[in-house]
């Protein structure tokens, strides 16, 4: 049973946004909703336990919903100034008074008193709602920012599993290049010994084995660098074994178009930015609202000996209204709106920014889709010619037709051919990985299913703050024509037929 992973749907551009930031926190949680077997079946298992594994144990996710949850403790704080505040004081202590210059007597006295007041909000500009409404959008943005990283964690844990399955299967085929060079070194050698090989042929036979030893440590070295760095993002060591490169090439748009406008429109990084440039406007705001009076109604009340410094006062109470409005303050408010205000062409140039980078991702990771998925049709026709070339090459050595170089040289374009379609089935795996990633899809297209964390996103929309300066536009890149390529191949000029042997007259 699959599920989305996202609790948000994105609408369109066309409303104008909504939200409600309600602080409603329950625990991060991911479960991997187990789908029907395929031929792939295994190894799509791998991938998404892998990413499961780390979405629930990496420190990045941990932080961001830590960083989600503070901001919902935020929108409380701001809320609290629309309540009243209720404050008690005591205090005791002791007091000299002197009345007049004339009378140089003194009165001396002892005090204490229990005081309790209410302080109730009025009137403050509005700045009290502007500063929910920042803490609002700060709490979406810090929501969409934890789908990003959970987006980009599964990107690295499947990088990171990709990774040690490549390398695997390099290791495999650099231990087969040695098998295949150590055996030409044995045979050469038992040539050698038996006195009808040559010397530098031997030598030229341990070379290259040598140098296949070499690369089956370089192989083995990257192996343990990848498995290291796969414990790092997924926080366990990886299953034993080899998968295949199982390419998560379905449920992809033909049209590359299509890819960018998805990959803008449901992109959290782009909707992070979004509520970013909100909360600024809403803090610029807040700063306007210091140029209004503040009322607040207050209430207080209280008892003791010599209550307030008062002498023989008992009880107090009082009940009043008061204004408090700032006519200057050395031009600081003034300085605060333009200083917001100027944070907010920030955020919407982040905003954009955001955009672009995201549109570029997408239609790199596309295109390397379409690249790679040629470029294995011709690697496989390669490795396919280049194995034959090397049988024929092996046979016609056994019978002395071939040399030991052109041996060695055709065993070493096959390591080189396998290698190379290796990484291209790799690659080609990452590149739809990254591409359902650049669409935020890709953890839903593994099946896994998260818990609802509390923001209500239900009818978000980007509206009037939609991105301004990032066009959808497709990267048109004319490619290589190879029937005019054929065209400009110079024609060989026919070969002489052969003379023919002279014949000796009769006689």
């Not at 030893?213 to 993002?233: G, P």
């Not at 809403?282 to 209004?292: C, P, W």
């Not at 919407?348 to 790199?364: G, H, M, P, W």
């Not at 089935?425 to 990452?430: G, I, K, P, Q, T």
């Amino acid at each position: 049973m699959n599920k989305r992973l996202f609790a948000r749907r994105l609408p369109g551009h066309s409303n104008r946004a909504t939200h409600d930031a309600t602080a409603v926190a329950c625990a991060v949680a991911l479960a991997c909703a187990l789908a029907s077997g395929s031929a792939a079946a295994q190894s799509v298992d791998g991938l998404r336990d892998a990413v499961r594994q780390a979405i629930v144990s990496n420190p990045d996710v941990g932080a961001r919903y830590n960083a989600y949850r503070a901001a919902g403790d935020g929108i409380d704080v701001a809320r609290a100034a629309f309540l009243p505040r209720v404050d008690l004081n005591a205090d005791i202590g002791y007091g000299s008074d002197r009345i007049t210059s004339r009378n140089p007597a003194s009165d001396s006295y002892s005090r204490s008193g229990v005081g309790l007041s209410l302080t109730q909000l009025l009137w403050d500009g509005l700045g009290t709602q502007r500063d929910v409404e920042r803490a609002g959008h700060e709490k979406l943005a810090r929501y969409f920012e934890l789908m990003e990283t959970t987006e980009q964690t599964a990107l690295e844990a499947a990088r990171a599993w990709y990774d040690v399955q490549r390398y695997r299967r390099l290791v495999a085929l650099a231990e087969d290049n040695y098998v295949q060079h150590r055996y030409a070194s044995n045979q050469i050698g038992e040539r050698f010994r038996a006195g009808v090989g040559r010397g530098v042929d031997l030598e030229q036979a341990n070379a290259r084995h040598a140098l296949a030893e070499s690369n089956l440590t370089t192989e083995v070295a990257n192996l343990h660098d990848v498995t290291a760095r796969y414990q790092r993002i997924v926080g366990v060591a990886p299953a034993p074994g080899t998968a295949a490169a199982t390419a998560l090439g379905d449920a992809l748009p033909a049209d590359p178009a299509q890819v960018l406008a998805t990959a803008v429109l449901q992109s959290p990084a782009v909707s992070a930015s979004i509520e970013a440039l909100r909360a600024a406007r809403s803090a610029t705001q807040l700063r306007e609202a210091g140029n209004l009076p503040k009322v607040e109604a207050r209430l207080r009340g209280g008892f003791g000996n010599n209550y307030e410094g008062i002498r023989d006062q008992k009880r107090d109470a009082t009940a009043e209204i008061v204004m408090n409005w700032n006519l200057y303050d050395g031009g600081a408010n003034q300085a605060r709106v333009r200083q917001q205000t100027n944070l907010m062409s920030q955020a919407a140039d982040l905003r954009d920014k955001a955009c672009r980078d995201v549109r570029q991702t997408a239609a790199i990771a596309f295109n390397d889709t379409r690249r790679l998925t040629e470029q294995i049709a011709l690697l496989d026709r390669n490795t396919l010619a280049i194995v034959k070339a090397r049988d024929a090459y092996r046979q016609q050595f056994d019978i002395g037709q071939r040399s030991l170089l052109d041996l060695l040289n055709a065993e070493n374009e096959v390591y080189t051919a396998r290698r190379a379609y290796a990484n291209a089935e790799y690659d080609r795996a990452l590149a739809f990985a990254r591409t359902h990633a650049g669409m935020s899809q890709l953890t839903t297209r593994l099946g896994l299913a998260r818990a609802e964390v509390g923001a209500d996103t239900a009818g978000w929309a980007a509206g009037d703050d939609a991105p301004q300066r990032c066009p959808v536009l497709t990267v048109d890149v004319v490619g290589t024509n190879i029937a005019e390529l054929d065209k400009r191949v110079p024609v060989a000029p026919p070969l002489a037929p052969a003379s023919p042997a002279a014949v000796p007259p009769r006689r």
